[in-house]
């Protein structure tokens, strides 16, 4: 089915370990972007791309590097993991302004 | 920058009654978007409702329909004949829709109880 997919859905890293959440699009979106869900705080702005080699940061990019190689694909890279990362993180895309399709969000538990 | 305000942590209503959630906004933009997102526990997030700041008329889908006040910067959202599956948080977002920046600006939420 087309959609955003995010690998992994679940993951515990120790403080100051390195990954990468993957997104993936297959619908051809140009724009893609991470989000953080914190409990009472909403959804905040990590990093969005308007399209292939272009990103911007958004409210709370400290800690986090993207990159947007390709049209599909949005990687969010934790160089050096800290507690303060632990949330639930969610990446979109969208064609047009009115429609943003999410991923199923990816909980990260960081000791 | 935009803000956007939702000042009902949580709500109560019964099923079958009629609830009303609020959204207050502020942007500076004269083009942008307006949406209500459902979070059920799954936590994936659904698109009740969206409406473009341009459009004068109210959007409606189904049992969920929209107040959208522009010079107040109110978007409240209204759900009529509430369900048990209308259970969830919901999020009140905006975002630019001119060109060259991307990003949905989000409430905090709202906790929606339906009892039976």
């Known amino acids: 089915n087309a959609g955003v997919t995010q690998t992994p859905k679940f993951q515990v890293l120790k403080t100051g370990q390195s990954m990468t959440l993957q997104c993936a699009q297959d619908?051809?979106?140009?724009?893609m972007s991470w989000y953080r869900q914190d409990p009472g705080m909403g959804l905040r702005l990590i990093h969005y791309?308007?399209?292939?080699?272009?990103?911007d940061q958004g409210e709370v990019p400290n800690g986090y590097n993207v990159s947007r190689s390709t049209t599909e694909d949005f990687p969010l890279r934790l160089l050096s993991a800290a507690p303060s990362q632990t949330s639930v993180y969610f990446c979109?895309?969208?064609?047009?302004?009115?429609?943003?399709?999410f991923g199923s969000g990816t909980r990260l538990t960081v000791v | 920058a935009q803000t956007v305000t939702q000042s009902q942590p949580e709500m109560s209503v019964q099923e079958a009654e009629t609830v009303t959630l609020s959204c207050t906004y502020d942007?500076?933009?004269?083009?942008?978007?307006l949406f209500w997102y459902k979070q059920p526990p799954s936590r994936q997030m659904i698109l009740v409702i969206r409406?473009?700041?341009?459009?004068?008329q109210n959007a409606t889908e189904n049992r969920f329909s929209v107040n959208f006040q522009k010079a107040a910067k109110s978007f409240s959202l209204k759900i009529s004949d509430s369900q048990l599956g209308d259970a969830a948080m919901y999020f009140c977002?905006?975002?630019?829709?001119?060109?060259?920046?991307?990003?949905?600006?989000f409430g905090k939420g709202t906790h929606l109880i339906i009892q039976p």
């Open positions: 979109a895309s969208r064609r047009e302004p009115g429609g943003y399709t």
């Open positions: 619908m051809n979106h140009e724009y």
């Open positions: 791309s308007v399209g292939a080699g272009i990103t």
């Open positions: 942007t500076s933009e004269s083009d942008y978007y």
């Open positions: 409406q473009e700041a341009y459009k004068q």
């Open positions: 977002a905006t975002v630019y829709s001119g060109g060259g920046a991307d990003g949905l600006t």
